[in-house]
């Protein structure tokens, strides 16, 4: 015997400011529930809110494999909870009641709300159904966001993912450090894609042009397919300025080009904080580096420091021996931590 969902239309809304697993367990059970249910979505367009277009993708994302869901947005008038009063309720009722366009059957809430709620009252020929909410909350969250990582869905923690860079000259450890740092914070990183991208023709010295996008290109993608993955934090063994400064430094007969696709790409990128090695390590020929940089390491340093204070970045610099560059960029990962308090 086929078991018939109780409903036939649903409609469970909040402010997902952020989605938590709270929210999460409602959702999966009301649409347990329902031939179809209403997700609303209320926002705000200020920044004591994620991004309409964000939260959006949360609930697709956790959704889309159940088939029933669908997806409208409400426009919150307030900025608090607390000041949503009953002057609001019969207009935004309507609203939603216009958007869905058919007989609500039911709506659901979490147990932060009780029987007087706006969802009970305003909803009075629906059934009104309470999820017990268990401890997690959204306002908790916000005062703590990495405090309680675990509140929240994978897809979720990814818009709160703090980016590190790590970036210098040749054999200023960065490799190292990025690999010891992921480890230690327990998440994935980004290697240095052009590492054998750029050993394509036995030696940079002769890379194509062709060599040089590809690894602008695929830099990039493959930054925003591990972000997804990470926990806290994601670091990233340099970026398209590195690359910018070697199609400058090998002289590149595309350089113009490649170097205004470095430029757009560094437009795109943001960082909440890039580590700058200094080159007051030994000296390592590992592969191919450059006798030239190696005869001068300060001169080209500064002058790759200079393609990120050009370009509006700015960095904190990690100099002394491996402890002490490890010991000074944990620290400053925790002070990233800290200002999510």
């Not at 390590?281 to 790759?304: C, F, H, N, P, T």
């Amino acid at each position: 015997m086929i078991n018939k969902k109780k409903y036939k239309v649903g409609m469970y809304g909040g402010s997902f400011n952020p989605l938590h697993l709270g929210h999460l367990e409602c959702i999966i059970k009301a649409a347990g529930l329902c031939e179809e249910l209403y997700i609303v979505i209320s926002y705000r367009d200020d920044d004591t809110d994620v991004p309409l277009r964000v939260k959006i993708r949360w609930v697709y994302q956790l959704t889309k494999h159940l088939g029933s869901v669908k997806i409208l947005s409400l426009k919150d008038r307030v900025k608090n909870k607390k000041d949503y009063g009953e002057q609001f309720w019969d207009e935004d009722c309507k609203q939603v009641k216009n958007a869905i366009g058919k007989k609500i059957d039911v709506v659901f809430s979490g147990s932060d709300y009780d029987q007087n709620s706006f969802w009970n009252k305003c909803y009075k020929d629906s059934d009104y159904i309470i999820f017990p909410r268990n401890v997690y909350n959204s306002t908790d969250i916000r005062k703590d966001i990495y405090g309680h990582w675990d509140w929240m869905p994978q897809v979720v923690r990814s818009y709160f993912t703090k980016k590190v860079l790590l970036i210098g000259g040749e054999s200023a450890g960065k490799s190292t450090l990025t690999i010891n740092l992921a480890n230690y914070f327990n998440t994935v990183y980004l290697e240095e894609v052009g590492r054998d991208l750029s050993g394509l023709s036995g030696t940079d010295e002769y890379m194509l042009s062709e060599d040089f996008t590809r690894i602008l290109v695929e830099h990039k993608a493959k930054e925003l397919r591990l972000i997804g993955k990470s926990n806290k934090v994601f670091f990233e063994d340099t970026d398209c300025l590195v690359t910018h400064f070697f199609l400058d430094f090998l002289k590149d007969k595309d350089a113009e080009r490649n170097g205004k696709l470095a430029d757009a790409i560094a437009a795109l990128n943001s960082y909440d904080l890039i580590l700058f090695l200094e080159p007051d390590v030994d000296w390592v020929q590992d592969g191919d580096r450059s006798e030239v940089i190696a005869s001068d390491r300060e001169k080209y340093s500064e002058m790759l420091k200079s393609y990120y204070t050009r370009n509006g970045y700015s960095f904190k610099t990690i100099s002394g021996d491996y402890n002490t560059r490890f010991d000074l960029a944990v620290k400053y990962v925790n002070e990233l931590f800290e200002a999510g308090k």
